[in-house]
């Protein structure tokens, strides 16, 4: 429970630091309070007695033990009207701003709606608008491009396979490839670096399993980095037999001795597609140089 | 095709909602509005997809029998409601035969004040146009497109693992085996032949956006009752709202402009604003049909969720301030 609460606790500072959002809409629930409108007023006070609990620590805690620990912190304030109160007191305070300057006296209210305006964006937190979302968008694009060559190049070959596609690869393909296609199967999931992705399963990964994601780790940095390639270069050849593998994809910048020592040790020749290096290891031989 | 989807979407969700407001009010549907049938349409769709989930997961059908279910159901139900509309019409059409029944009086007129709404339209629409490229998807603890191409490959509702394609050792949580969402977006991306990114991605979060206007509408209406400026007015602040919380993850703006198709999004941006409107209009059977709906999609502590809490929040609140206004008033009468 101590553990709850101080992550109930660390989680409203976060949650403080996110915007002001919820600064404005402390002080229009105050607002509402001074005026007391007459109407709505258990929404109003519904609104601030969730509000008190979401922020003290203790009952926050309660809060998210009812919400079940698979949520954090911030979505406790899912039981406040924060939206709901916020676009009712800011209409509230439009309106009277509108009744209280009236014919010639009407460029002050429109001075204090361009202040009220300007007061709600700069509480806002518009986030990393392109930048963020692009070059995830890019990776996901390169990572479709590479298992759509893979597929393309295999089924084309003089030994396709009959058995559906197993892959180890690295972490932008093995996120994509069941995506694409949900008939592609693959060594290890996006639960083995997104935590939260944990949760949905009762399964872990072997150490065996684990071993082979961080290998795929130092090959995929292995271009610019002496020290991912020297742990790169022992490949481990029988977990990844073990794994059931079928397909093993590299990035296309890895250097030439990782592609040689990964064909020595897998006994099966590197392909070379856009955008990768891929080996197939069922043993039925693979295609040299397309 | 995903237009159909949308007309058709709309269309069987506003004639359903419409027949089980209008049943459960004796034929007048005075005081409902458009958007609560097209709300509570959308509600009993998903609980008809929880259906169909549990029929693959607990009765061992597989997704294509699911499926026929599903669609069983949805035309089923869309007959029926057709049937009770046609009823209704005839109904008011005897009655009004006779000129002195006609009743009269004010309603809510559009006519001029619509202009009022050109604003939050255009806002709502330029966000389901960003929505609607599915460019910024926030795919971090979501695996929905995996499960529901897991769903499609495997034909079978809860099969392997949807991130590796392998048998489950252990097992998932049964908590989690439960929710719908997945079957119900395979269902219908197989129906509609859309593919799965896109109808994930894509076509859902902008549904999510045009319900969450609806449900934000009920409560504007609630609010300003003939004051077409105020409820344009709410409905932009509202909007704006979202835009200035897309920067943190957990904001109800985030949710819906970069995971419009999760459980939690739906929930945060459309069950529970439309709770509060319904708790506000004092309409509380219909919350069942949100506290139903929230089980069915999102992770809740054995069904009770953030619908049921606020409900219950609210009733309470309801009453503290009735008996608080009652004391004070017989204290001033004494």
């Known amino acids: ?290 | 095709m995903e237009t159909l989807f949308y007309v058709t979407a709309v269309i069987g969700c506003a004639v359903i909602g419409k027949s089980i407001w209008d049943l459960s009010q004796r034929g007048s549907s005075g005081k409902a509005d458009p958007a609560d049938y097209v709300l509570t349409g959308t509600m009993v769709f998903l609980l008809l997809g929880e259906a169909a989930h549990l029929a693959g997961l607990l009765g061992g059908m597989d997704f294509t029998a699911c499926k026929r279910l599903f669609l069983l159901g949805a035309a089923g139900l869309f007959l029926a409601g057709c049937a009770v509309q046609g009823r209704l019409l005839l109904q008011r059409k005897r009655i009004s035969r006779n000129p002195a029944d006609k009743v009269t009086g004010k309603t809510d007129q559009f006519d001029r004040k619509g202009v009022y709404y050109l604003l939050p339209l255009t806002i709502a629409l330029g966000v389901m146009c960003v929505v609607g490229q599915g460019a910024s998807v926030y795919l971090q603890g979501d695996m929905t497109v995996e499960t529901v191409n897991t769903i499609l490959a495997q034909n079978a509702v809860t099969s392997v693992n949807p991130l590796t394609g392998e048998a489950y050792r252990l097992g998932m949580p049964m908590r989690l085996k439960v929710l719908c969402l997945p079957t119900l977006y395979a269902i219908l991306a197989d129906c509609f032949s859309v593919g799965t990114t896109d109808f994930v991605w894509r076509v859902v979060p902008v549904l999510t956006v045009a319900f969450c206007l609806l449900a934000f509408w009920t409560v504007a209406k609630h609010f300003f009752s003939g004051e077409h400026d105020k409820r344009a007015l709410f409905l932009c602040v509202v909007l704006v709202i979202f835009l200035l919380g897309d920067g943190f993850f957990g904001m109800d703006g985030f949710g819906l402009l970069h995971g419009g198709f999760l459980g939690v999004t739906i929930r945060q941006a459309v069950l529970v604003p439309y709770t509060f409107g319904l708790l506000l209009r004092k309409k509380r059977i219909c919350v069942l049909l949100c506290i139903l709906t929230e089980m069915c999609m999102v992770w809740t502590l054995y069904g009770f969720g953030v619908c049921a809490l606020v409900t219950v929040g609210m009733l309470l609140t309801d009453w503290l301030v009735g008996w608080w206004r009652r004391r004070t008033a017989g204290k001033e009468q004494a």
């Open chain 1, 1 to 290: 429970m101590t553990e709850l609460i101080q992550n109930a606790w660390l989680g409203w500072q976060a949650y403080k630091e996110s915007g002001r959002l919820i600064a404005l809409f402390l002080l229009v629930l105050l607002v509402l309070w001074l005026w007391k409108t007459g109407q709505e007023g258990s929404l109003r006070f519904y609104a601030t007695v969730l509000a008190v609990l979401c922020i003290c620590p203790v009952t926050a805690a309660l809060l998210m033990q009812y919400q079940t620990r698979f949520y954090d912190y911030q979505w406790i304030w899912s039981y406040v009207p924060v939206t709901i109160v916020t676009a009712w007191g800011a209409v509230l305070v439009a309106d009277r701003i509108r009744s209280a300057y009236r014919g010639r006296e009407r460029y002050k209210a429109y001075g204090l709606f361009v202040l009220l305006a300007a007061v709600f964006l700069l509480c806002g937190n518009f986030g990393n608008a392109s930048g963020q979302w692009a070059e995830e968008r890019a990776d996901r694009d390169s990572a479709v491009q590479i298992l759509t060559a893979v597929t393309e190049s295999i089924a084309t070959s003089e030994n396709p396979h009959s058995e559906a596609l197993c892959i180890l690869g690295p972490r932008n393909v093995i996120s994509e490839a069941r995506r694409l296609d949900g008939g592609i199967r693959t060594v290890y999931g996006r639960d083995m670096w997104d935590l939260h992705l944990g949760a949905y399963s009762y399964d872990v990964y072997d150490d065996g399993t684990q071993q082979l994601y961080e290998w795929m780790n130092a090959v995929e940095t292995s271009a610019g980095d002496g020290e991912a390639l020297a742990s790169a270069l022992e490949v481990p050849g029988d977990e990844i037999r073990k794994s059931g593998a079928n397909c093993l994809i590299v990035p296309a910048d890895v250097p030439k001795e990782l592609v040689q020592a990964i064909e020595e040790e897998l006994q099966v020749p590197a392909v070379f597609a856009p955008g990768c290096v891929y080996y197939r290891i069922s043993g039925e031989g693979g295609d040299q140089n397309e």
